[in-house]
């Protein structure tokens, strides 16, 4: 193990599976032009409600409500649920990592994610299989740049701080966890931390 790494810890959107908005508000506009337009605005006016929802502060239940009164009830809970959540794209080339890293590494997938996403956008990626654990915002009430959410992988993998190597896309949650010890590397694009994390572990 190099670097006294024992943990490599990757965040979700952007960094193994890019996603893209627009393929949801194209959607809506098909049902009536300039839905989504409409519907995004009040989505990000209201962020908060998303913050809220991530941490599970909100049920799927009333995620949904709020949603549906956004978009003026013009479809059902289950069509919101699968617009909603087709964002993702193909898998990044970080992903082809995964089992060399296996082989030496305990491998924890650390997100801010929501139950509606996970169920019906991201869960069905077969690269998941080679993570030993899950640590999701909406499962541990905490999302990033909370402390909590960091020591949630730490209570799971007993390692010291210094023993863990993050790669996310948000310089901010990166500096986060290296307040906390750990070690980071900011995801800029695909090559460039494919490059970063074969560098840094010496693969």
């Known amino acids: 193990m190099k670097n006294n790494i024992s943990t490599v810890v990757f965040d979700l959107g ?17 049902i ?27 049920t799927d239940e009333e995620f949904c409500r709020i949603n549906l009164n956004w978009l003026d009830n013009k479809i059902t809970e289950e069509e919101f649920k699968i617009i909603w959540s087709d964002i993702f794209l193909k898998e990044t080339k970080l992903t082809s990592l995964l089992p060399e890293l296996k082989e030496n590494y305990k491998l924890v997938l650390m997100s801010n994610t929501c139950h509606i996403h996970q169920k019906y956008g991201w869960e069905k990626y077969d690269f998941l299989k080679y993570f030993d654990k899950l640590i999701l915002s909406h499962e541990v009430a905490a999302y990033k740049p909370m402390k909590e959410i960091y020591k949630s992988v730490e209570n799971y993998t007993k390692e010291k701080s210094e023993s863990h190597l993050y790669i996310d896309d948000v310089k901010e949650y990166v500096d986060a966890a290296e307040k ?11 090559d460039d931390a494919y490059k970063k994390v074969k560098d840094f572990l010496e693969i």
Not at 16 to 29: A, E, R, S, V
């Open 14 to 30: 952007m960094v193994l599976i890019p996603f893209d908005y627009n393929i949801m508000l194209n959607k809506l506009d098909k």
């Open 32 to 58: 009536e032009h300039g839905l989504g337009a409409r519907y995004f605005k009040l989505y990000q006016e209201n962020i908060d409600v998303y913050k809220k929802y991530e941490k599970w502060d909100l």
């Open 180 to 190: 906390l010890g750990w070690n980071g590397i900011h995801f800029i694009d695909e």
